[in-house]
């Protein structure tokens, strides 16, 4: 099985060409190349897949082999990958994601994608369609107890769900034992991601973030705009901001007009490998 690493401001996922190759069982194939030292070691697998109804469809598994519905990064690694690759000449995409269309414009320089502008979709923030079971129309700076703490949560759903917590210092947040206790908190029936965000201006977020199946990582591209939404949501910041990840930064912006997240980063390739199998 042919298959390319790939990583968007640090979070690398394992990515598959299923254009041309069939994967048969993509949940345990997730488990098994992810692992570190028996696998290829990434935060998941992603496959490129035809679509009828788009440019080309994504699939994405968590480390753990549970299915995302939708990664920024990963949708950015993609516009890389399908241009620097020949698949395509178009510099705008659409792509079919289980969050449903996602449109990508990939920047060139020099024959080669610089950044992808990723239109993130609207933020979901009824409870129900996040989902978290919680009352009411939004789910903000809500109390919670987790790992013996108690922090304050706002809910935002990006295709995937997220719980966004505003800290003095995320270098100094213990994001292992909160994130995996807030990750697998009843509350959250399909489980959550977590950030922990520092509002370092109202144009300026810093976060850290534990996603679901795959622990920390180095970004997280719907965990950023949730992160925006969210401050947003509470007055921390205005609708355009830098986001500073551990991995590096993002332009994230939420359009008043038509209440879509825009996205725009990097994607870099790592190395084009095989996969033996066990």
Not at 222 to 249: C, N, P, Q, S, Y
Request: charge should be negative; aromatic fraction near 6%; hydrophobic fraction near 45%.
């Amino acid at each position: 099985m042919r298959f390319t690493k790939m990583h968007g401001l640090g979070n690398d996922y394992v990515y598959i060409d299923a254009l041309e190759q069939e994967v048969r069982d993509p949940p345990a194939l997730a488990i098994a190349m992810s692992r570190p030292h028996f696998g290829v070691h990434a935060d998941g697998l992603v496959l490129i897949e035809a679509s009828a109804t788009d440019d080309f469809a994504m699939r994405m598994f968590n480390a753990d082999g549970s299915e995302a519905g939708m990664c920024g990064n990963a949708a950015r690694c993609i516009g890389k990958y399908v241009y620097d690759r020949g698949i395509t000449r178009k510099t705008r995409l659409t792509l079919a994601t289980r969050a449903g269309r996602r449109t990508l414009e990939l920047d060139v320089e020099g024959g080669r994608v610089a950044r992808v502008r990723v239109d993130m979709g609207e933020p979901a923030l009824a409870p129900a369609r996040i989902p978290v079971g919680l009352p009411g129309k939004r789910a903000v700076g809500v109390p919670l107890e987790a790992a013996g703490r108690s922090v304050r949560i706002t809910c935002v759903g990006m295709g995937n769900p997220h719980a966004v917590i505003f800290v003095d210092d995320p270098s100094a947040t213990d994001v292992a034992t909160i994130g995996a206790a807030i990750e697998n908190h009843a509350l959250f029936p399909e489980r959550t991601n977590v950030e922990f965000v520092r509002v370092a201006r109202r144009d300026l977020l810093e976060m850290r973030v534990w996603e679901r199946g795959s622990g920390e990582t180095l970004a997280c591209g719907t965990g950023a705009a949730a992160a925006l939404v969210a401050a947003v949501l509470e007055d921390r910041a205005d609708r355009a901001a830098r986001i500073r990840l551990a991995g590096g930064e993002l332009q994230v912006s939420w359009d008043a007009g038509d209440n879509r997240v825009y996205q725009t980063g990097p994607a870099a390739f790592v190395f084009d490998g095989v996969w033996l199998g066990d």
